[in-house]
Structure formats: structure tokens, C-alpha cells
């Protein structure tokens, strides 16, 4: 039986049928190598199971009494889930079912995300594909992300599956028909105020709500990951980004970590969030900062920056934020002044972070 570290832990790899005529040599083999996985996680992919008999789960069932510590069971076929789900073995395994693989072709580019595009899969679902470089844990984080947010009161798609799909992973949503903000006031100018005080109001109510401890991440855990990914000794702004990270107060309420007006939507006159992969817990700072610079502040330094990532004008652009802002502020003049003043000293926390590590990685991979 073939068996490797992978992935954090040692794994098995169960093939084929077993029942009595090669348990035995099954339960040798995983004694025999009990020593290499006495103090690491224990992992059985079983991707390539067609049968296991009452003897072969006897066999997991005394592993799992020996071993007391979680057990994973991954790529589990429809019809093993069934023998582990009669028999109880669900309440004492971490199962994964196994991965649909899902053809693309024939199915309609909805938009754009962060990380992948969202395709059209039928009348009821539509899949967010992600890019070749997306490990299936990012994957995963984001359906749970999304789930998360939707339990607390997050408008969101309802996450179903993460599937293979041609070089790479997809995670499936409920298809729902919807418009980007950035497309809605592009067409339709006269609904920019509207849409502006929607956005307002709706990040306001998000802002103050509160997410046990543990659900979501920490969002300035997220920052300081990409600054280690971008750690220069020589570079005195790591330091300043580091500081003004700290000094940001820590807060336990739901923040997006990427809004902008593509990954805000129309649904039936009501706002829907997408590319859930940053929601965490913290100040609400991170999300002002986010939005005022893709609006505002970026295009005092790149001109077209606003028409190139929207469609839309600078001007447009600066009046969506006045009118957000001054709806999420809700008219308070003397906080308004302040808080844009925080605004223009933050706003180049994520974008001066990314440039850093996406440096970085242009470089690595010349090398």
C-alpha cells in the first residue's frame, strides 16, 4: 500500500477493494509504519476505493482508538460516504468527499474576481474559477469565509461545492441575477446616488456587526502575512507598514478586506457581497482605506487609474465616495474631516504591501 507525508500529514492511499482476503496485509502495513506517524497528523485518501468491507473498517475503527487524535479520510466516493454514514464511522473520521470535475465548455463569463472569473454553469449555479496558482486550501478558506459571513447576517451567494475544473479549482455558488455597481453606474448614471448611499448604509449596519471569536480571522494578521511575504531588511517602510498596522485598533466586527465597486452587486434592488476570501474581523478602517483608494487616492497618482478599473471617470469615481461616505458617516461633518484624514494616511497600506510581494514574485520567477 502506498503511503508519503503529504500535504501536513502521513497519508495512506486505499485502492481497489478491501475485505477479507487482503485486510490483514493492510493492518501489517499501516503497523509497520506506525512509527513514522506516531507524532504527526494521519490522513487516508481514498480516491482510488471501490469497496470496503466490516473487516477493513474494524481495521481504521482499531486505528482510530490507538491513534486518539483526528483522523482524515479525503476523496471519499459517494458510495464509501454511504458506508461510512450507516455505520457511524462519520462521527469519528474528518471526511472529504471527492471532488466533482466540472467542464467549462459552453458555459458564459459572468465577470471577473479578485482571483479567478465566474462562469455561468446553469440556470441554478454559476462557479467562480480560480487562477492556475490558486491552491485548493485558498479554495477552501473562501467557501468557509462565505459560509461564515452568511451565517452572521453577511449578504452573500450561498457557497456550495469546490470542484476540479480544467487546470485548477472552482467553487460553485447560487446563480442569482446580478449586476456589478461598477457596471450599474457606468449605464445608468442617475443611480450613482442611490447606489452610493445603498453601499453606504449596508457597510455602516456590516461595520457593527459583531463576529464570535475564532469564526473569521483577525484581517491584520492578513496584512503582516503579506509584509513577512515582502520583508526587505533594507526597506525602511516595512517597519512604517508594520507600525501603522499596530497602531489600528483591534476590533471583533465584520470587515470584507477587498470592497470596491466590482465586488458589490445588484440583486433585485438589494446589495449582494462576492470574492468573500478577505472577510475577517477588525476595524473598519481596512475597508474604508480599501474603497477610498480605488476611488480616490490612486487615481491622484495614476491617471486613468479610475476609467482602466471601472469604466468610469475620476470624477464619477470621487463623487460615489463623497456621497458614500457621507451616508456611512451619517452627515457627521466634524468626523467626516477626521476620518478622511486617517483615510489619506492609510489608504496606501494594501497598495503599497501587494506592490511589494507581487515585486517580489516577478523576480523569483525570472530566476
Same mark, same amino acid.
Given at each position: 500500500?502506498?503511503? #508519503?507525508?503529504?500535504?501536513?500529514?502521513?497519508?495512506?492511499?486505499?485502492?481497489?477493494?478491501?475485505?477479507?482476503?487482503?485486510? %490483514?496485509?493492510?493492518?501489517? %502495513?499501516?503497523?509497520?509504519?506506525?512509527?513514522?506517524?506516531?507524532?504527526?497528523?494521519? !490522513?487516508?485518501?481514498? +480516491?482510488?476505493?471501490?469497496?470496503?468491507?466490516?473487516? *477493513?473498517?474494524?481495521?481504521?475503527?482499531?486505528?482510530?482508538?490507538?491513534?486518539?487524535?483526528?483522523?482524515?479520510?479525503?476523496?471519499?466516493?459517494? +458510495?464509501?460516504?454511504?458506508?461510512?454514514?450507516?455505520? *457511524?464511522?462519520?462521527?469519528?473520521?474528518?471526511?472529504?468527499?471527492?471532488?466533482?470535475?466540472?467542464?467549462?465548455? $459552453?458555459?458564459?463569463?459572468?465577470?471577473?474576481?479578485?482571483?479567478?472569473?465566474?462562469?455561468?454553469?446553469?440556470?441554478?449555479?454559476?462557479? @467562480?474559477?480560480?487562477?492556475?496558482?490558486?491552491?485548493?486550501?485558498?479554495?477552501?478558506?473562501?467557501?468557509?469565509?462565505?459560509?461564515?459571513?452568511?451565517?452572521?447576517?453577511?449578504?452573500?451567494?450561498?457557497?456550495? %461545492?469546490?470542484?476540479?475544473?480544467?487546470? $485548477?479549482? $472552482?467553487?460553485?455558488? +447560487?446563480?442569482?441575477?446580478?449586476?456589478?455597481?461598477?457596471?450599474?453606474?457606468?449605464? #445608468?448614471?442617475?443611480?450613482?446616488?442611490?447606489?452610493?448611499?445603498?453601499?453606504?448604509?449596508?457597510?455602516?449596519?456590516?461595520?457593527?456587526? #459583531?463576529?464570535?471569536?475564532?469564526?473569521?480571522?483577525?484581517?491584520?494578521?492578513?496584512?503582516?502575512?503579506?509584509?513577512?511575504?515582502?520583508? %526587505?531588511?533594507?526597506?525602511? @517602510?516595512?517597519?512604517?507598514?508594520?507600525?501603522?498596522?499596530?497602531?489600528? !485598533?483591534?476590533?471583533?466586527?465584520?470587515?470584507?478586506?477587498?470592497?470596491?465597486?466590482?465586488?458589490?452587486?445588484?440583486? &433585485?434592488? +438589494?446589495?449582494?457581497?462576492?470574492?468573500? !476570501?478577505?472577510?475577517?474581523?477588525?476595524?473598519?478602517?481596512?475597508?474604508?482605506?480599501?474603497?477610498?483608494?480605488?476611488?480616490?487616492?490612486?487615481?491622484? @497618482?495614476? #491617471?486613468?487609474?479610475?476609467?482602466?478599473?471601472? $469604466?468610469?471617470?475620476?470624477?464619477?469615481?470621487?463623487?460615489?465616495?463623497?456621497?458614500?461616505?457621507?451616508?456611512?458617516?451619517?452627515?457627521?461633518?466634524?468626523?467626516?474631516?477626521?476620518?478622511?484624514?486617517?483615510?489619506? &494616511?492609510?489608504?496606501?497600506?494594501?497598495?503599497?504591501?501587494?506592490?511589494?510581494?507581487?515585486?517580489?514574485?516577478?523576480?523569483?520567477?525570472?530566476?
Amino acid at each position: 500500500m502506498k503511503s #508519503e507525508y503529504r500535504d501536513g500529514a502521513y497519508t495512506f492511499f486505499l485502492e481497489g477493494r478491501i475485505d477479507s482476503s487482503n485486510v %490483514d496485509l493492510m493492518e501489517t %502495513d499501516i503497523k509497520d509504519k506506525s512509527i513514522l506517524f506516531d507524532d504527526m497528523d494521519l !490522513a487516508f485518501d481514498m +480516491e482510488g476505493l471501490e469497496y470496503i468491507s466490516s473487516a *477493513g473498517l474494524r481495521v481504521l475503527l482499531k486505528l482510530r482508538k490507538s491513534v486518539k487524535r483526528p483522523i482524515k479520510m479525503m476523496n471519499v466516493s459517494d +458510495e464509501i460516504f454511504d458506508i461510512f454514514d450507516i455505520t *457511524g464511522f462519520g462521527e469519528m473520521f474528518e471526511i472529504e468527499r471527492r471532488m466533482r470535475t466540472i467542464s467549462l465548455r $459552453g458555459c458564459r463569463k459572468i465577470s471577473s474576481a479578485l482571483n479567478g472569473e465566474i462562469f455561468q454553469l446553469s440556470d441554478d449555479e454559476m462557479i @467562480k474559477v480560480y487562477g492556475k496558482k490558486v491552491p485548493l486550501p485558498e479554495v477552501k478558506s473562501e467557501r468557509k469565509r462565505a459560509q461564515t459571513a452568511m451565517i452572521y447576517g453577511v449578504p452573500t451567494l450561498i457557497p456550495y %461545492d469546490v470542484v476540479k475544473c480544467d487546470e $485548477g479549482f $472552482g467553487l460553485i455558488y +447560487e446563480k442569482a441575477e446580478m449586476t456589478s455597481l461598477a457596471y450599474i453606474i457606468s449605464h #445608468e448614471p442617475a443611480k450613482l446616488e442611490v447606489c452610493a448611499m445603498m453601499l453606504g448604509r449596508l457597510m455602516s449596519e456590516l461595520h457593527k456587526t #459583531e463576529i464570535p471569536a475564532g469564526k473569521l480571522p483577525d484581517i491584520k494578521d492578513r496584512y503582516r502575512e503579506w509584509i513577512a511575504e515582502a520583508d %526587505d531588511p533594507g526597506d525602511s @517602510k516595512v517597519a512604517i507598514f508594520s507600525k501603522l498596522i499596530d497602531s489600528i !485598533a483591534d476590533s471583533n466586527t465584520y470587515v470584507h478586506g477587498d470592497i470596491n465597486l466590482h465586488s458589490v452587486m445588484i440583486h &433585485k434592488d +438589494e446589495l449582494i457581497l462576492i470574492d468573500m !476570501a478577505g472577510s475577517s474581523t477588525g476595524h473598519a478602517i481596512f475597508d474604508l482605506q480599501a474603497l477610498f483608494a480605488s476611488l480616490v487616492a490612486i487615481e491622484k @497618482k495614476e #491617471e486613468g487609474y479610475c476609467r482602466r478599473n471601472y $469604466g468610469l471617470s475620476a470624477k464619477i469615481c470621487r463623487d460615489f465616495w463623497n456621497i458614500f461616505f457621507d451616508t456611512y458617516m451619517q452627515h457627521r461633518q466634524q468626523e467626516i474631516k477626521s476620518m478622511n484624514e486617517l483615510l489619506a &494616511k492609510y489608504f496606501v497600506l494594501k497598495e503599497a504591501i501587494l506592490n511589494k510581494v507581487e515585486a517580489k514574485n516577478r523576480l523569483y520567477d525570472q530566476i
